[in-house]
C-alpha cells in the first residue's frame, strides 16, 4: 500500500542550532502535506502544512519544502529552542478523492542545552 | 482542537472483552478518524466516517467496529477479537471530507490485563 518514510528517527541538536527532519511518500496524487507535533503523552498538533501547488511554506522558524518531483518533503527549524523537544511525525494524503492521510514513523527530537 | 474531546482517558480491559471508547466533537466537522498508536511508532488508521451512517476501513480495520449515529461521535469498539489492543487510542475530525487540517483529540490509553 501507499506509504510515508521518515528519516531519522532519533536528532540530537545542540540549543540553537537547526534541525531537519525529512520525508518521502510513494503516492503521486498526494497533494497534501501536514507536519505534527507531539508532546509525551499529549495528542498531535498540527504546526505547518503545504500543499502541491507551493513548493516552500515558512512559520516564524517552521520551513516545510517540497520536492513533487522526487516525492520528497523536509520540515525545518531554525534556531531551536528546549520546548521543540517532541515527537514530529509527517504525513501525506492518499486514497481516492485523498481522503485519508497515511503518517510517518515519527522523528524524537531532542534539543540539549 | 479543543472542540475534541475522548473518554475514559485510562481504561483497563480484561481480555475477552469488548471495550467502547468515546470521541465527541463540536467543530460541526464532516470527517472523523480513529487512529492507534503504539510506542515509537507513527499512527496507523483504523476507520474512518465522512458522513453520518456512512464509514470504511483504514489500514488495521481488522478487530474494530465503529459507528456514526449523529454527526459528532464517532465511538470505537474494541473487540476481543483484537488480538494486541494494549495502545493509544487517537480519534481525529476534519472540516473537509478529502485531506485537510486533522484535529486530534486527547486519546485513550487501552491496557488489557
Redesign the interface.
Known amino acids: 500500500?501507499e506509504n510515508v518514510e521518515?528519516h531519522p528517527s532519533t536528532l540530537s541538536v545542540q540549543e540553537g542550532d537547526s534541525a531537519v527532519i525529512k520525508c518521502t511518500y510513494s503516492d503521486s496524487a498526494s497533494?497534501?502535506f501536514?507536519w505534527y507535533k507531539q508532546e509525551l503523552g499529549?495528542?498531535?498538533?498540527?504546526i505547518i502544512?503545504i500543499r502541491s501547488n507551493v513548493g516552500e511554506k515558512k512559520d516564524q522558524r517552521i520551513a516545510v519544502t517540497l520536492n513533487k518531483t522526487a516525492k520528497h518533503f523536509s520540515l525545518h527549524i531554525t534556531e531551536t529552542q528546549p520546548e521543540d523537544s517532541a515527537v514530529y511525525?509527517c504525513a501525506a494524503?492518499i486514497g481516492q478523492?485523498?481522503?485519508?492521510?497515511?503518517?510517518?514513523?515519527?522523528t524524537r527530537l531532542t534539543i540539549n542545552p | 482542537d479543543g472542540g475534541i474531546t475522548q473518554s475514559p482517558k485510562y481504561l483497563f480491559r480484561k481480555e475477552g472483552q469488548n471495550v467502547t471508547l468515546s470521541c465527541e466533537q463540536n467543530l460541526n466537522h464532516d470527517a472523523m478518524y480513529w487512529y492507534r498508536q503504539d510506542p515509537g511508532q507513527g499512527l496507523r488508521l483504523i476507520y474512518y466516517s465522512q458522513i453520518v451512517n456512512d464509514f470504511q476501513k483504514g489500514d488495521i480495520a481488522e478487530g474494530y467496529s465503529v459507528s456514526r449515529e449523529k454527526k459528532e461521535s464517532f465511538p470505537l469498539t474494541v473487540t476481543s477479537a483484537q488480538k494486541n489492543p494494549t495502545a493509544f487510542y487517537l480519534c481525529a475530525s476534519s472540516i473537509l471530507v478529502t485531506a485537510d487540517e486533522q484535529f486530534f483529540g486527547p486519546g485513550t490509553r487501552l491496557t488489557v490485563l
Do not use: E, I, T, W
Open positions: 500500500g521518515q497533494n497534501y501536514p499529549k495528542r498531535p498538533q498540527l502544512d511525525f494524503s478523492g485523498a481522503q485519508k492521510l497515511v503518517f510517518g514513523q515519527g
